[in-house]
């Protein structure tokens, strides 16, 4: 309890290695809040900083937590090629506006193994001409990867931007065969 006598938020957050380096899980009660890419030590400091300044409290590491134990089961078997669709509940509380309403279309409306332009996805929530809003809101998607904002690409063809980096939006786009893999 708080000193005002409320449930603090309770983060747990635990990392797992995938094909595309260390991912950083973060799960409150409602469900998946935060995945980071390339979860090395500092990385992951900044980001239970950011979780704490966020949602309050200490985030606390528990990779044996339940809130946990399905997110961890379903990306290693997206990892695997086994899952195609994650069925997690999440917790949009670090993203609203706007943001939230493109991510939760994108979610819903872009399946594996194909993509969608940043423009197409504007119109899609009503905002023709949204492009480069919907660029901003990939770029502050808090849950990268089971919100895929790896599928969003521009409208020429070209890969586009990616917080996790050009390399790790291939792999994932590979991954799911949109792409062919790397060469190297």
């Given at each position: 309890m708080d000193s005002d006598g409320q449930d603090e938020q309770r983060v747990v957050w635990a990392v797992v290695g995938t094909d595309i380096g260390p991912l950083m899980l973060a799960a409150t009660r409602d469900g998946l809040v935060n995945v980071v890419f390339h979860a090395t030590d500092a990385v992951r400091d900044r980001a239970v900083?950011?979780?704490a300044a966020r949602l309050g409290g200490t985030p606390v590491e528990d990779p044996d937590s339940p809130l946990l134990a399905e997110a961890i089961h379903q990306l290693r078997a997206y990892f695997a090629g086994e899952r195609h669709d994650f069925d997690l509940p999440l917790d949009w509380s670090l993203i609203s506006g706007f943001n939230r309403?493109?991510?939760?279309?994108?979610?819903?409306?872009?399946?594996?193994g194909t993509v969608v332009g940043y423009g197409d996805l504007a119109g899609r929530v009503g905002q023709?001409?949204?492009?480069?809003?919907?660029?901003?809101?990939?770029?502050?998607?808090?849950?990268?990867?089971?919100?895929?904002?790896?599928?969003v690409v521009e409208s020429d063809g070209g890969i586009g931007g990616f917080g996790g980096?050009?390399?790790?939006?291939?792999?994932?786009?590979?991954?799911?065969?949109?792409?062919?893999?790397?060469?190297f």
């Open positions: 900083e950011r979780l309403q493109v991510l939760r279309e994108l979610a819903s409306g872009v399946p594996y023709p001409g949204g492009a480069q809003a919907v660029g901003v809101a990939m770029g502050a998607n808090p849950l990268p990867v089971v919100v895929p904002c790896h599928r980096g050009l390399e790790t939006k291939r792999k994932l786009l590979a991954l799911e065969g949109v792409l062919p893999e790397p060469l």
